[in-house]
């Protein structure tokens, strides 16, 4: 979508390295999310920002953490990746948390040996 | 813990029929409920939103409804097409919480 970009689009690391991936939004949108989407299990959500500089856990947050110091940047850390977290991460934007509709990037596919 | 069921999980047709997909909730106490389409190796592309006070939206061949009474949603699309052929995704929200996904279904349409 034209309002929300992810980097890289693709992404090969190893095993013990940091990664980070980047969600940009251009829609001034408050809330930001990274979900990651793996075959049999859907999209699951891992931290979500309600505002600059504050973000909350989702349900697979372990192994990853989330910073936002400006409203058009919501970054996704891997402090030391592993072949588990070989996934593609979608990142999505609303305006609101629940009553406005989720947009979402492209994402980015990474792959962790 | 809330969790999303999509039923059939893959569905087969050919041109020009009309299909219901299906999505249910654990916990009824939905928010609203967003309809997605997902293209091989693409993103998400919303189809439908149904807010909280509302129980369904259409969109061209599209028609989504929400019965929040059983926590129950379907998506029908009329008079398919082989560009129709994708992943659907359904999703919902609670309050408290971000959009929980089910895990789709896959629609193949055939010419």
């Known amino acids: 979508d034209a309002g929300i970009t992810q980097s890289p689009r693709h992404k090969v690391t190893e095993t013990g390295t940091p990664v980070t991936l980047r969600c940009h939004q251009t829609e001034n949108h408050r809330y930001m999310y990274w979900y990651r989407q793996d075959p049999g299990h859907g999209l699951r959500l891992i931290h979500y920002s309600y505002g600059v500089k504050d973000t909350d856990k989702g349900e697979v947050s372990d192994g990853y953490s989330v910073s936002r110091s400006k409203t058009e940047d919501f970054l996704l850390t891997l402090e030391s990746a592993t072949s588990s977290q070989t996934s593609v991460y979608f990142c999505a934007i609303s305006e609101g948390p629940g009553a406005y509709g989720y947009t979402f990037g492209s994402g980015t596919r990474l792959t962790v040996v | 813990k809330q969790e999303v069921t999509q039923i059939p999980a893959a569905l087969s047709v050919p041109e020009g029929e009309n299909l219901v997909l299906n999505c249910s909730f654990t916990d009824s106490a939905i928010y609203n409920l967003q309809w997605f389409r997902q293209d091989p190796g693409k993103g998400l592309t919303s189809l439908l939103l149904?807010?909280?006070?509302?129980r369904e939206q259409t969109s061209g061949r599209l028609n989504a409804s929400l019965d929040k009474s059983s926590g129950r949603s379907t998506l029908y699309i009329a008079a398919s097409q082989p560009g129709d052929s994708a992943t659907y995704l359904c999703a919902g929200y609670q309050a408290g919480t971000a959009l929980i996904f089910g895990k789709g279904t896959t629609l193949s349409v055939s010419s």
């Open positions: 149904i807010q909280s006070s509302q």
